[in-house]
């Protein structure tokens, strides 16, 4: 057994090398601890019940009470039949107005349009760092009106076919000078654009979803911009995730350490039959060598080597080494 120290010094850096991976990929730091879209959910619930129960009436934006850790945000609601609103849209839903020929899917007959101003909480729930908010954020989403109840309600899929939505931001903090101010938008799944403002402080958007107006930051940024934590759409019924991520941290940490030792013990398989192979050759070469079959001596160009005749050595299948 004299390849047994080779299999000590495998064993070895696959066993340092294991837990030095797993600290790295999946660092003990939190990530990000507000979930917006888990503040999705709660603001939904509270907007919804801000409609009157009886005799609800479409066209009239309605404002909803915040809970107290959320106060500093406000929301609104309205709601739309389908086909006035294709028909005609609607101006003035706080800052949105609504363009005709938005479609909505899956087609409901009513649309409740929900209203967000993050106030003061706006860098907390969209961070982005390098950058200052010039406006607070502000959201508008688009879920089924037909339940004035629903919890955990999924978005509607909105798209604005003819005009964009526009953001007409009423004030703006001082503009720094020398800086040019863009237009931020946040969609639901996580994804960051900017674009051009347009009239001074108006965005357009062809989807839902939060925008504000930022400007560059010169200043000396603390860390790099972190991608935002891409989170999946709230599913119907569940009262939204917000320990979601987390557990999804370990889940895969845990599968990521699990596909590691797998491999590394396909590694150890695959160098073991090698090496089953590597000595049985060896002593196949060296029973050859003690039998004394001669080789014969040709000349290759003015030197003379050893040269095996072609039928000396039949190839040998692999398979049959391995039994
Ligand atoms: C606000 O506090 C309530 C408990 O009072 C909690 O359930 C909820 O998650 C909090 N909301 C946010 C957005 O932190
Ligand atoms: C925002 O302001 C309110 C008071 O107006 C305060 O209670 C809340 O803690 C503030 N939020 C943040 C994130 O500073
Ligand atoms: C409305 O939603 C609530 C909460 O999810 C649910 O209990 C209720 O059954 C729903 N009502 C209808 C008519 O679907
Ligand atoms: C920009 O301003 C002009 C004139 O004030 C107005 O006609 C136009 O509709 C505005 N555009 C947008 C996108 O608000």
């Known amino acids: 057994m004299i390849s047994f120290p080779s299999f000590c010094v495998i064993f070895t ?46 066209g009239v934006i309605y404002d909803g009470i915040v809970p107290a850790n959320l106060t500093g945000t406000t929301v609104s609601v309205l709601r739309l039949r389908t086909g006035s609103m294709r028909k005609r849209g609607f101006k003035g839903f706080k800052e949105f107005d ?5 479609v909505e899917n899956p087609y409901v007959k009513r649309v409740m349009f ?62 720094p000078d020398g800086v040019s101010p863009i237009c931020v938008l946040f969609d639901l799944f996580g994804g960051v654009a900017f674009d051009r403002m347009l009239n001074g402080s108006v965005c357009s958007s062809v989807n839902q979803g939060h925008f504000g107006i930022v400007v ?26 917000g320990g979601g991520s987390r557990n999804r941290g370990w889940w895969v940490g845990g599968s990521v350490a699990g596909v590691v030792l797998l ?12 090496w089953c192979r590597g000595t049985k050759r060896m002593e196949k070469m060296t029973d050859a060598a003690e039998r004394g079959v001669p080789l014969s001596v040709t000349a290759v160009g003015r030197a003379e080597v050893p040269v095996a005749m072609a039928t000396r050595t039949k190839p040998v299948l692999e398979s049959e080494y391995v039994s």
Not at 28 to 51: E, G, K, M, N, W
Request: glycine residues 6%; aromatic residues 10%; without cysteine.
């Open 216 to 241: 560059e930051n010169n200043a000396p940024a603390p860390a790099p911009v972190p991608a935002r934590v891409p989170e999946e759409p709230i599913a119907g019924g569940r009262g939204g995730g």
């Open 13 to 58: 850096i696959l066993f340092t090398k294991i837990p030095s991976f797993n600290s790295q990929s999946s660092p003990s730091t939190p990530q990000i601890s507000y979930s917006s879209r888990f503040l999705d959910s709660v603001l939904q619930d509270h907007a919804f019940q801000a409609i009157p129960r009886h005799r609800p009436i479409t």
């Open 114 to 175: 929900v209203y967000h101003n993050l106030g003061n909480w706006s860098e907390v729930y969209y961070p982005l760092p390098g950058y200052l908010y010039l406006s607070p954020v502000v959201g508008l989403l688009a879920y089924n009106a037909v339940n004035l109840t629903a919890k955990g309600l999924p978005e509607l899929d909105l798209r604005a076919q003819e005009d964009p939505i526009l953001i007409k931001f009423k004030s703006l903090k001082v503009i």
């Open 98 to 102: 609504i363009p005709k020929g938005i």
């Open 263 to 274: 491999a590394a013990l396909v590694v150890v398989f695959v160098l073991w039959v090698r």
